[in-house]
């Protein structure tokens, strides 16, 4: 075996075939691949400009790297199995390539800075795409509220009517859960994108290299300060994976609504026949499966946050083999969540809403009870007062099975003389939306300026991400000249 050529020093046989498979990360680190040869055409330049390794070396491996990297973009790299990871096979196919030189390409560095090194690589990768699906998303949800300034619907609290709000307001409820998801990846990639590449295997190196310069050229925004932390932390995995299970509970609340609001019961919207399903049974069945899918696969991506904290929580300084089990978890994670993001907006953006449902939903359950209450702190009564005023008309409106608005002027004076003919505009529903105007409240004008906001940070997001992008894909150029 190759491996055992390479590493059989210590060791009087190699390892056995149930060790290797039991030890292999292959299956999910040749996700790394491309990763792993931008980290090494770094190190070896660094190499070379330091006068660490022959020019003449330096430069071979470079043109092997370079055509292992083409090889990866044709498809055309073919994995070994019988290695134990992807550096081992970049590392083999190198020197099966230039020969021996092959070998003087790890100098320096160990497995442990690279490994660390290419999965920041690829999850920069990552969290620029998911800060993407999220605020396509969000667009989604802002078009919604443009065109629903007035549509007016129940507003909920531990699932009974509560206060006349539009669906504007709501759905930029959920516009700005998802913004702060985020901005916590965004936030997240700051921490992140520090280059561990030169702590080697724990302790730094002996021999001149520049971490500096490696950094530069892969597009980090520096080397990491600690050798030791560099390493053996995986706290940046944790972090992903926190933000995308926030990220992901966000989802399924909004999911559930979908479910609750496209029954029979609620009839609040009607979901495309693109994004449902029939019954095997019952042909009058629309089935909301994308939403409840959504729903559902919020348990695999919370999964792997309690697997990430689990797997560290008692680990000891520096490297443990206990973190080769950091990339599965993370990467499903993501890709779960970002698929469940690019479905959401169709769903969304094709559903139908049942206004009139909405508008009739509203008539009901005394929504406009608290502007009652506030008409009344108004005319000068205390709103503890005026809370109990408005709770008594409510039991007299449920035994005379009538609406608060439906009571004559004499009738609302038996609670307090202090009710007048005013009173019948300010529990009016469209009245009681458009009074509540304050920052960040229901009315047309706040929404608006609530849009105005939402649409600022996605903006601002996207040039994050666009720069971002360019200097990644600048850094590969360079890299590949």
């Given at each position: 075996?190759?491996?055992?050529?390479?590493?059989?020093?210590?060791?009087?046989?190699?390892?056995?075939?149930?060790?290797?498979?039991?030890?292999?990360?292959?299956?999910?680190?040749?996700?790394?691949?491309?990763?792993?040869?931008?980290?090494s055409?770094?190190?070896?330049r660094?190499?070379?400009?330091?006068?660490?390794?022959?020019?003449?070396?330096?430069d071979?491996?470079?043109?092997?790297?370079?055509?292992?990297?083409?090889?990866?973009?044709?498809?055309?790299?073919?994995?070994?199995?019988?290695?134990?990871?992807i550096?081992?096979?970049v590392e083999?196919?190198?020197?099966?390539?230039?020969?021996?030189?092959?070998?003087?390409?790890?100098?320096?560095?160990?497995r442990?800075?690279?490994?660390?090194t290419?999965?920041?690589?690829?999850?920069?990768?990552?969290?620029?795409?998911?800060?993407g699906?999220?605020?396509?998303?969000?667009d989604?949800?802002?078009?919604?509220?443009?065109?629903?300034?007035?549509?007016?619907?129940?507003?909920f609290?531990?699932?009974?009517?509560?206060?006349?709000?539009?669906?504007?307001q709501?759905?930029?409820?959920?516009?700005?859960k998802?913004?702060?998801?985020?901005?916590?990846?965004?936030d997240?990639?700051?921490?992140?994108?520090?280059?561990?590449?030169?702590?080697?295997a724990?302790?730094?190196?002996?021999?001149?290299?520049?971490?500096?310069?490696?950094?530069?050229?892969l597009?980090?925004?520096g080397?990491?300060?600690?050798s030791?932390?560099?390493v053996?932390?995986?706290?940046?995995?944790?972090?992903?994976?926190?933000?995308?299970s926030q990220t992901?509970?966000h989802?399924?609340?909004?999911?559930?609504?979908?479910?609750?609001w496209?029954?029979?019961?609620?009839?609040?919207?009607?979901?495309d026949?693109?994004?449902?399903?029939?019954?095997?049974?019952?042909?009058?069945?629309?089935?909301?499966?994308?939403?409840?899918?959504?729903?559902?696969?919020?348990?695999?991506?919370?999964g792997?946050?309690?697997?990430?904290?689990?797997?560290?929580?008692?680990?000891?300084?520096?490297?443990?083999r206990?973190?080769?089990?950091?990339?599965r978890?993370?990467?499903?994670?993501?890709?779960?969540?970002t698929?469940?993001l690019?479905?959401?907006s169709?769903?969304?953006?094709?559903?139908?809403?049942?206004?009139?449902?909405?508008r009739?939903?509203?008539?009901?359950?005394f929504i406009?009870?608290?502007?009652?209450?506030?008409?009344?702190?108004?005319?000068?009564?205390?709103?503890?007062?005026?809370?109990?005023?408005?709770g008594?008309?409510v039991?007299?409106?449920?035994?005379?099975?009538?609406?608060?608005?439906?009571?004559?002027?004499?009738?609302?004076?038996?609670?307090?003389?202090?009710?007048?003919?005013?009173?019948?505009?300010?529990?009016?529903?469209?009245?009681?939306?458009?009074?509540?105007?304050?920052?960040?409240?229901?009315?047309?004008?706040?929404?608006?300026?609530?849009?105005?906001?939402?649409?600022?940070?996605?903006?601002?997001?996207?040039?994050?991400?666009?720069?971002?992008?360019?200097?990644?894909?600048?850094?590969?150029d360079?890299?590949?000249?």
């Open positions: 075996m190759a491996q055992q050529a390479l590493w059989s020093g210590r060791f009087a046989e190699g390892m056995a075939e149930s060790t290797l498979e039991f030890t292999s990360s292959l299956d999910v680190d040749s996700a790394l691949g491309f990763f792993d040869v931008m980290g055409l770094a190190h070896v660094m190499l070379k400009a330091r006068g660490i390794i022959p020019p003449e070396d330096a071979a491996i470079i043109g092997g790297l370079k055509t292992i990297a083409a090889e990866m973009e044709a498809g055309e790299f073919e994995l070994d199995f019988s290695e134990e990871d550096h081992t096979n083999f196919r190198l020197t099966s390539l230039i020969g021996p030189a092959g070998g003087k390409l790890h100098t320096g560095r160990s442990n800075d690279q490994v660390a290419d999965f920041r690589m690829y999850l920069r990768d990552a969290v620029l795409e998911t800060v699906a999220i605020d396509r998303l969000i989604t949800l802002v078009k919604v509220a443009q065109d629903h300034g007035m549509t007016v619907m129940p507003g609290t531990h699932m009974q009517h509560a206060q006349p709000v539009t669906v504007a709501h759905y930029l409820a959920h516009a700005f998802l913004a702060r998801d985020a901005e916590r990846f965004v997240a990639y700051g921490r992140m994108n520090y280059c561990p590449l030169g702590a080697a724990l302790a730094g190196t002996t021999y001149p290299i520049d971490r500096q310069m490696t950094a530069e050229a597009a980090f925004a080397p990491t300060e600690n030791m932390d560099s053996s932390d995986r706290d940046f995995v944790s972090e992903l994976a926190f933000c995308a992901a509970i989802l399924s609340s909004m999911a559930e609504e979908l479910v609750y496209s029954s029979q019961e609620f009839g609040f919207v009607e979901m026949d693109k994004y449902t399903t029939g019954s095997s049974i019952m042909p009058q069945k629309k089935n909301p499966d994308i939403a409840e899918l959504v729903r559902g696969r919020t348990g695999t991506v919370i792997a946050l309690v697997n990430m904290l689990v797997m560290q929580k008692g680990l000891p300084l520096t490297y443990n206990d973190l080769q089990e950091d990339k978890p993370l990467m499903e994670s993501l890709e779960t969540l698929q469940c690019s479905i959401m169709p769903v969304i953006s094709t559903m139908t809403f049942n206004t009139e449902r909405m009739a939903a509203v008539e009901k359950g406009n009870a608290t502007d009652l209450a506030d008409y009344l702190v108004v005319k000068g009564v205390p709103f503890r007062e005026a809370h109990g005023i408005v008594a008309a039991r007299y409106c449920i035994d005379k099975d009538k609406r608060l608005e439906d009571l004559t002027v004499q009738e609302f004076r038996t609670f307090s003389e202090l009710v007048d003919d005013d009173v019948y505009d300010y529990i009016d529903i469209d009245r009681c939306v458009e009074r509540r105007n304050s920052i960040g409240g229901t009315s047309p004008v706040s929404t608006d300026a609530q849009i105005m906001s939402v649409i600022q940070g996605y903006m601002a997001r996207e040039d994050f991400v666009r720069q971002e992008t360019s200097l990644i894909e600048g850094a590969w360079a890299l590949l000249e």
